[in-house]
């Protein structure tokens, strides 16, 4: 399988540095040449979105996402019509930024009853596209490991998020592929294929084994036991030729100085990506 | 939804009080009126195989399954041949026990090639049906939550697990649904209604939020975010009247003395499953 030639298609997403403001982010990228970025909208609230659009635009860096929007359903009216105002000042901050995408991390349930937070998942989603279309953003529903149902997402595989997004338009509402989320899926690749041109990302990281948490156990490409290069050849033998977001949630790596971070990912990225 | 009435069913998964000797689980079932037991292999190995089988007989027990058989996939064929070696053990030893089911963990990859070592356990299981047959014993693949997918079992989704044992005859293989590791998944009650009559067991436990542990952080029923009673019901509708065994992997639930635990999980079977 043939290895990624050059750097054109990284981008960086934030929470892998995530000591870094989006200013230092944003100067790092430019120091490794490092041609994306996916800023997360807690640090782009810190800079101020003006300002981070200015830090991204000044320094010629593209946007290949914004993390995130989501958290649909809640216990009441109010509580989703919360979420949903939330959402759209989401999709207006990914159009500031330039972003291709804002990527959807869809919330857990309110409580034990899990499909009807799958149907609550559904409803914010329909009911945020006009506004994301009047925005000219496109949403990415991401599907998240089964590990994190109870707490972050209900939407928990491929097939479902699939499944989701065809009910609406493409051009609307598409999918993006965490291999860290996806990777033990039995139906990945007929998935994968299946998705076709609703990809609207593909972040990489790794699977450790022993995962050291649940939440920060990520690792690095290389470290673990995911077929990142096949992964990347299905999504791209399904037509995405996009940016690949390296996304890794590590407190190890958290804890390194983010030049280091950068340059190892450099490395790894051509190595097993 | 109607509750369950009596302990008929309630079976002691003997992980839930792992502090106990094979013996000191029957005697602790019988004071607590468990009429069940399943019986890990390891504790019947401390407790010799003829003693186990005299202690649960003398005690009136019945054994719901024995855990466990599996981990088929191997480096190399003598890897695989030991592997198929230690399960014709397990199978001989759940006859011994008069065991119901022998259940089947089927083990993770011995690299990142995860469909080589799909393609692993279901020859193992093939190879395995003959001498389960000759024993009277019957085969339950368990699909594992995808968490463990790179250190336990490749086998992840109750989907996948069907597709595998619809490949045998339902005498010689069927399925075990365990609450835990497949409460996540959007397919889930058709896939119960899909495995019918090969349904061979029926585990509960719950699933805390936050997960306190990876492997430990299982909970006691009523504790977590699991829609027991509907999952009992479906796996009903679909067939299956056998025994209900509670196997709780919890440091806390193991560091309570085992009497304690006996009479919570038989108050929580009847309040929550």
Same mark, same amino acid.
């Given at each position: 399988m043939e290895k990624l030639q050059n750097f054109d298609r990284?981008? *960086?997403?934030?929470?892998?540095?995530d000591r870094w403001s989006l200013r230092e982010a944003v100067e790092g990228s430019v120091r490794a040449g490092i041609p994306w970025i996916a800023p997360w909208r807690n640090k782009v609230a810190e800079a101020?979105?003006?300002?981070?659009?200015?830090?991204?635009?000044?320094?010629?860096?593209?946007v290949s996402s914004l993390c995130r929007g989501g958290y649909f359903p809640a216990a009441t009216a109010a509580g989703r019509q919360e979420r949903l105002d939330d959402n759209r000042r989401a999709v207006e901050e990914a159009a500031e930024l330039g972003a291709e995408v804002l990527v959807l991390v869809c919330g857990p349930s309110a409580d034990k009853d899990i499909a009807t937070a799958r149907q609550q998942v559904e409803e914010?989603?329909?009911?945020?596209?006009?506004?994301?279309?009047?925005?000219?953003?496109? *949403?990415?529903?991401?599907?998240?490991?089964?590990?994190?149902?109870?707490?972050?997402?209900?939407?928990?595989?491929?097939?479902?998020?699939?499944?989701?997004?065809?009910k609406f338009n493409a051009e609307d509402v598409g999918v993006v592929v965490d291999v860290f989320h996806v990777w033990w899926d039995p139906n990945l690749?007929?998935?994968?294929?299946?998705?076709?041109?609703?990809?609207?990302?593909?972040?990489?990281?790794?699977?450790?084994?022993?995962?050291?948490?649940?939440?920060?156990?990520?690792?690095?490409?290389?470290?673990?036991?995911?077929? *990142?290069?096949?992964?990347?050849?299905?999504v791209e033998a399904a037509g995405y030729k996009g940016p690949i977001e390296v996304e890794i949630f590590n407190r190890a790596v958290w804890d390194t100085p983010g030049d280091e971070v950068l340059a190892l990912m450099k490395e790894r990225y051509l190595e097993h990506c």
């Open positions: 990284l981008s *960086l997403n934030q929470i892998t540095t101020g979105l003006a300002e981070s659009r200015r830090y991204i635009r000044d320094a010629g860096l593209k914010g989603i329909e009911q945020l596209i006009p506004h994301a279309r009047a925005h000219g953003v496109k *949403l990415g529903i991401e599907p998240l490991h089964p590990m994190y149902a109870a707490e972050r997402s209900v939407i928990v595989t491929l097939g479902q998020a699939n499944t989701l997004a065809e690749y007929s998935e994968i294929a299946r998705a076709g041109d609703r990809i609207r990302g593909f972040h990489v990281s790794d699977w450790i084994v022993p995962v050291p948490d649940l939440l920060l156990g990520r690792g690095m490409m290389g470290d673990g036991v995911i077929e *990142l290069r096949r992964m990347r050849q299905a």
